[in-house]
């Protein structure tokens, strides 16, 4: 989903970007067996277990809001080489196409699950002409791509109707303390503000674009820190290096007390005081999940070899493809009885490596589809 020429490409930013997208499987696989599952998923399994629950929650704060980072921290160079124009048509080939095609012909039958998985009466021609456009709208994973798009076309409209933007002057920029705290402040108080008229994890839409109402602020937050950061030269040499013994504690300890809070006996009434405390608690952890994870990779996962070229070349073709082959395949799992931990070990394992298969022979190498993917 970003496309900075290879020469300036960090390696180490790549290599995170396909960790996430795993992680995205693995969120999606666990979902059907965690405690308190969202009643509309699409498979739910009989077996559940609080472990997944607690999985849940760790995994799903960071994952969206550092792929809008990447996306942002990469988006600066494309659109200062190609210019707005051509930098807005090549998002729509890459992004817009696909984001377009997942809605109408991709989504539908992944939705119908919902249906199927609970033997509902209805045909995927019947839910596809019907409660699809009304009750059962939704965009399966292809949501990001809807959103991601409009934040390019309005980085692309800024570019252009501003010249004091784009002339923005790259340059080392360490960040201050102070910044983090401002950042975490100010998408905390926004998303508090969302939050007194809706639920924290609610899904919305527009008929257009399909979100999370509290996690607006996250998504238009992490995608200009990006673009910040790329600009200030952070993770980059001589620019800001964040400090393991610094960021990765901060981590561990802000998603304990994060899970706590979440699962707390208060969980069960939440007012606006819990609601605000855990989206405080949320966005602290979620920043320290970016640095941290940023910090250990530049350390340990900043290497360019084949292995980890196939997966950052082909984590938007694994992300595009797995809801189509993990949850038929969870489908099938449930009338098996044996362990749920293993169920979602095979489960992760198996659409991981088919959806990395399928991207490597099909969408990143067929005419057309190559110049999406």
């Not at 659109?79 to 196409?97: E, H, M, Q, Y």
């Not at 409209?157 to 790259?170: G, V």
């Not at 561990?252 to 819990?274: C, E, K």
Request: charged residues 10%; proline residues 6%; contains cysteine.
């Amino acid at each position: 989903m970003t496309d900075a020429p290879a020469s300036s490409r960090n390696h180490a930013m790549d290599n995170l970007r396909a960790v996430i997208v795993f992680l995205v499987v693995v969120l999606h696989a666990i979902i059907s067996y965690m405690e308190f599952a969202p009643p509309w998923w699409y498979v739910l399994d009989g077996q559940r277990s609080i472990v997944f629950t607690y999985m849940v929650l760790l995994i799903d704060v960071p994952i969206m809001q550092i792929m809008f980072f990447l996306a942002g921290y990469y988006a600066w160079p494309s659109l200062a080489k190609r210019g707005p124009a051509r930098f807005f048509t090549d998002k729509i080939r890459r992004i817009g196409i696909p984001w377009v095609f997942g809605v109408l012909a991709l989504a539908p039958p992944t939705a119908y699950l919902i249906y199927y998985s609970r033997h509902a009466p209805m045909s995927l021609w019947t839910f596809w002409r019907t409660d699809f456009w009304g009750p059962a709208y939704q965009q399966s994973v292809y949501w990001y791509l809807g959103v991601l798009l409009a934040l390019f076309a309005a980085t692309a409209i800024l570019f252009a109707a501003s010249p004091r933007f784009a002339a923005w002057t790259p340059g080392i920029r360490r960040p201050a303390a102070w910044q983090a705290g401002a950042f975490v402040i100010v998408v905390s108080a926004l998303s508090t503000l969302i939050a007194t008229r809706c639920d924290l994890d609610l899904w919305s839409n527009n008929r257009v674009f399909v979100y999370q109402p509290v996690r607006i602020p996250d998504y238009i937050g992490y995608f200009c820190l990006g673009i910040f950061a790329c600009r200030c030269g952070w993770f980059t040499e001589g620019g800001f290096q964040p400090r393991l013994r610094l960021w990765v504690p901060l981590w561990l300890a802000s998603g304990t007390v994060y899970v706590i809070w979440r699962m707390g006996p208060q969980a069960a009434t939440p007012d606006l005081g819990f609601k605000a405390v855990a989206i405080v608690l949320f966005n602290v952890f979620c920043l320290a999940s970016l640095i941290a994870m940023i910090a250990l990779f530049l350390r340990h996962v900043a290497a360019s070899s084949r292995f980890w070229r196939a997966q950052a070349r082909n984590s938007y073709g694994i992300y595009y493809l797995h809801p189509l082959i993990l949850y038929p395949l969870t489908l099938a799992f449930v009338p098996l009885s044996f362990s749920i931990f293993l169920k979602a070990t095979i489960l992760v394992v198996a659409s991981y490596a088919a959806s990395l298969a399928a991207s490597s022979l099909v969408l990143t190498r067929l005419p057309g589809l190559r110049r999406m993917f």
